[in-house]
């Protein structure tokens, strides 16, 4: 079974940057579908960016154009670079995993999660 192990969160002021990673395990992940969701309390998780099995990447619009995402076949790895942070980028942010093609769902559509990790830009 797949295993999804996230790190690299923390905080960080407004305009900074960060890099989460996620490392897997227990399957390849070269096809698979994966995406970085955030949750804050009292909402439902929503994707972050997302890479599907062809590695077409899509990105929520308010992290378009700052945030990329990678995955590293080799290494297993699914990283997403936050750049220029906003306070709204608080939150845990999970990666997540599922087999099929398309990636940027809803979280319901996956079946593979990490712990989560929290992010903090104060405000």
């Known amino acids: 079974r797949l295993q999804l192990v996230e790190s690299g969160g923390g905080s960080v002021q407004a305009g900074g940057s960060l890099r989460l990673s996620c490392a897997a395990s227990?399957?390849?992940?070269?096809?698979?579908?994966m995406a970085w969701f955030r949750h804050v309390s009292g909402r439902s998780r929503e994707v972050v960016a997302s890479i599907d099995s062809d590695n077409d990447e899509r990105f929520s619009p308010y992290v378009e154009g700052r945030f990329t995402i990678s995955k590293d076949t080799d290494k297993s790895t699914l990283d997403l670079q936050m750049n220029r942070l906003r306070p709204g980028a608080t939150g845990m942010y999970y990666c997540?995993?599922?087999?099929?093609?398309?990636?940027?769902?809803?979280?319901?559509?996956?079946?593979?999660w990490g712990q989560g990790i929290q992010v903090t830009v104060p405000s």
């Open positions: 997540a995993a599922r087999e099929g093609w398309a990636a940027h769902l809803d979280a319901k559509e996956f079946t593979y």
């Open positions: 227990g399957m390849p992940i070269t096809n698979l579908p």
